[in-house]
């Protein structure tokens, strides 16, 4: 797999279709970005563990928008770069895509339902997993038992914003989390539910599942499994999946004709 | 009308346009109404962010409604569509944090509809009774 990647990537370079491609490196045993350009070794290139691609072309389009820039990404990276560009915050258009379907164990080790790019050039695309033990557990409790379930939860939160400043697609500069309308400074933990709730909502219509959100959390809040609930209600109301499609704007800034609720959902 | 002792705080959030003159007719006209409500003039339905909802919520409301004009009406064109939007899928969320979604009252009242504006607010306040305090502040 590693190797047809490794091919892709020299092609892409030596044929002058890419003036850079943004892939993942070992360095001295750390795994970071690393942007490979003509004649660069290609031995240290490593596709595990994923890491957020979306803010790294973000920075490299700001720093230089006229890049032609080849990025190797998985289906969670995927469908954040299309969501970032739907928010004009970077753009497709000298952007070629690498797509790399999961293989099952890293599906697995993710609980993702999508594991692969709209479009794959390397790997097989594999079925993804239905719900985590966690999710089944949760969303089979009655109001009730989920308000406990998610106030024990959210009692550990010690307000350090990973959540936030590890998603791909938490973009606003000036985050409502940080206002003192909504969430006052000092309080720890944040009062429930507002500060989970309100990012939440925020996130309805964005989420691509990347999971990045629980794995910055210090406190093992599981946070995709709240994620996923909130993607299924979405999608149950709209039809839509966060970026699946880069043409489709998010129902909820269009209007009823436009984008309608599904009839006996509302 | 229940009464189970319990008296809930329930915030509504009316359109200057038709929500809050329906309700300005119900008070002429002298329909009896509970007085449970606390009411917010607001532009239009659509100017309400989901925020000031949850926050009331967190703040100790038992319930909180929603009044624009109806589907169509919306003196801003399409303002109500994105009401409509937002809250339904507010309500789905606070379900899936475990908070009763019928403490969230969503609907359309007009100028002219004095009598649905008592009908609208007077089962929302017994529904909100019948669920008991707000989840999230008991102790």
């Known amino acids: ?266 | 009308m229940i009464d189970n002792g319990f008296e809930p705080k329930i915030l509504a959030f009316c359109c200057n346009w038709c929500s809050y003159a329906g309700a300005d007719l119900a008070g002429v006209s002298r329909l009896q109404m509970p007085p449970n409500l606390r009411v917010i003039r607001v532009m239009c339905s659509g100017r309400v962010s989901v925020e000031w909802v949850i926050k009331a919520f967190s703040s100790g409301m038992d319930g909180v409604m929603v009044l624009g004009c109806h589907i169509g009406d919306c003196h801003y064109i399409d303002g109500n569509h994105r009401t409509k939007k937002r809250f339904v899928l507010l309500g789905k969320l606070l379900g899936a944090l475990g908070i009763e979604p019928d403490r969230l009252c969503l609907d359309w009242v007009s100028a002219s509809e004095g009598q649905k504006f008592q009908d609208v607010v007077t089962k929302f306040t017994s529904r909100v009774k019948e669920l008991g305090p707000n989840p999230i502040v008991a102790a």
């Open chain 1, 1 to 266: 797999m590693i190797d047809k990647v490794r091919q892709i990537i020299s092609d892409l370079l030596d044929r002058g279709e890419a003036d850079a491609v943004l892939a993942l490196a070992n360095e001295h045993g750390n795994v970071q970005p690393y942007l490979y350009k003509k004649g660069d070794s290609l031995d240290n290139l490593v596709l595990w563990p994923k890491y957020s691609m979306g803010p790294i072309v973000q920075s490299i389009q700001n720093a230089d928008p006229a890049l032609k820039l080849a990025v190797v990404v998985r289906g969670c990276d995927d469908r954040a770069l299309v969501e970032l560009a739907k928010r004009n915050q970077i753009s497709l258009f000298n952007v070629r895509i690498i797509g790399l379907a999961c293989t099952e164990a890293e599906a697995k080790e993710c609980a993702c339902a999508h594991p692969y790019p709209r479009s794959i050039d390397v790997g097989d695309k594999i079925d993804g997993i239905v719900s985590s033990d966690e999710l089944a557990e949760v969303s089979g409790k009655d109001y009730g038992g989920r308000l406990q379930f998610w106030k024990d939860a959210f009692a550990r939160c010690i307000k350090c914003y990973g959540c936030r400043n590890g998603c791909p697609l938490c973009i606003c500069e000036d985050c409502v989390l940080e206002d003192d309308a909504w969430v006052k400074a000092g309080e720890i933990p944040p009062p429930f539910p507002i500060f989970h709730l309100i990012r939440a909502y925020h996130l309805s219509d964005k989420c691509v599942e990347c999971g990045e959100c629980q794995s910055s959390c210090p406190m093992d809040i599981p946070l995709t499994s709240l994620y996923a609930m909130i993607r299924e209600e979405f999608s149950g109301l709209f039809d839509y999946m966060p970026g699946a499609d880069e043409d489709r704007k998010s129902p909820l800034v269009t209007s009823l004709e436009e984008e309608p609720i599904r009839e006996g959902t509302a």
